[in-house]
């Protein structure tokens, strides 16, 4: 079992900053992809960003250019620096994992940190 806790969330004003953390503890594979998702109230979670372990990366089109997604894998931590934030990032972020166990997948969740984006 993974246990996944995100830190960080938040009410800021447009325009403004945030860097969300997500500890992981547990059975970790040495072999995982971690990301950030979110989802807004009425809509489905969609895909944030996502970091393998070696250090590729995936943005979605919307956060381009003012999200940073890194991870310290010696502390097992992910963090999403979030800049120039506007009012439609408002959402719950959610950390996710992914790993291998044998041939299987397996996907991680955290309970969620609330981002809220004042105009």
């Known amino acids: 079992q993974v246990q996944l806790v995100e830190s960080g969330g938040g009410l800021v004003q447009a325009g403004g900053s945030l860097r969300l953390s997500c500890a992981a503890s547990?059975?970790?594979?040495?072999?995982?992809?971690m990301g950030w998702y979110r989802q807004a109230p009425g809509k489905q979670r969609e895909l944030v960003a996502t970091?393998?372990?070696?250090?590729?990366?995936t943005y979605a089109d919307s956060v381009k250019g003012r999200f940073t997604i890194s991870r310290d894998n010696s502390k097992n931590t992910l963090y999403l620096q979030m800049n120039s934030l506007k009012p439609e990032d408002t959402a719950d972020y959610y950390c996710?994992?992914?790993?291998?166990?044998?041939?299987?997948?397996?996907?991680?969740w955290g309970q969620g940190t609330q981002v809220t984006v004042s105009s």
């Open positions: 996710h994992l992914g790993q291998f166990t044998g041939l299987r997948l397996f996907d991680f």
């Open positions: 547990g059975s970790i594979s040495r072999i995982n992809t």
């Open positions: 970091m393998t372990k070696n250090g590729t990366t």
